[in-house]
């Protein structure tokens, strides 16, 4: 049975235009960027088995476009229509913070970071310099280390925050393990680093943890 033959409620650009995009699975968001599937398989099908065999949907996507070119349903139109697809969703992403856009929600915040870290093979430790008005000055990747952990000076936290004439910061890290739960020596570097920025009246706004899925925040969690 073809796409166009299911139930109206039940195919996907139909499901994205009455309910939005993120009711929908990723199968069905990957179905509609390719538009048909393989011979004898609707999208959808072709979507699911891409994912099975390659995925889930974080391991499938960080292919670049060569690799993504061999995979089957995909080939190199498909493959550097997806890849476009996810730089200009990172360009959305960084042009909001270019735009001087209060982070007032932590989640656009969070979100970015992802971006920026999540597909890192190993630890990297970033910073988002603020305003007064927690309007982006700039964003810095300032420490890296092995896939088992970065080495964090406060100390050059402190330096580039007083750089860019910052008063706030939100700094944010990776799990290339995937596992996005703050450990202890996450907790104790975020207690250090506030510590050591408010000796310059500089706040520390939270700090995100970057793995599968949403990243975790520590200032909602309460502790910060």
């Known amino acids: 049975m073809h796409i166009r ?12 235009l009455a309910r939005g995009a993120g009711i929908l699975s990723d199968a069905e968001l990957l179905a509609i960027f390719l538009g048909s599937g393989l011979r004898g398989r609707d999208a959808v099908q072709t979507a699911r088995d ?6 889930p ?10 690799e993504l070119a061999q995979l089957p349903g995909l080939g190199p139109a498909r493959a550097c229509k997806l890849s476009a697809a996810l730089e200009l969703g990172q360009r959305h992403l960084a042009a909001e913070l270019e735009r001087g856009i209060a982070l007032s929600d932590p989640t656009s915040a969070g979100r970015y ?7 890192r093979p190993h630890e990297v430790f970033a910073a988002l310099f603020l305003d007064t008005r927690h309007r982006a000055l700039a964003f810095e990747e300032l420490f890296a280390g092995t896939i088992d952990g970065a080495e964090v000076h406060p100390r050059e936290v402190v330096r580039r925050a007083l750089a860019h004439n910052a008063a706030a910061v939100m700094i944010g890290h990776n799990h290339p393990s995937g596992n996005p739960e703050p450990s202890a020596a996450d907790r104790a570097i975020t207690t250090r680093l506030q510590q050591a920025l408010a000796l310059v009246d500089i706040r520390l706004l939270d700090h995100f943890v970057i793995g599968d899925g949403a990243p975790v925040s520590l200032a909602a969690r309460g502790w910060i």
């Open 57 to 66: 949907l974080r391991q499938l996507l960080d292919r670049n476009a060569d």
């Open 113 to 119: 970071f992802a971006q920026r870290l999540r597909a």
């Open 50 to 55: 891409l994912l099975l065999a390659h995925g």
């Open 5 to 16: 033959d299911w139930p109206t409620a039940e195919r996907p650009r139909e499901k994205l």
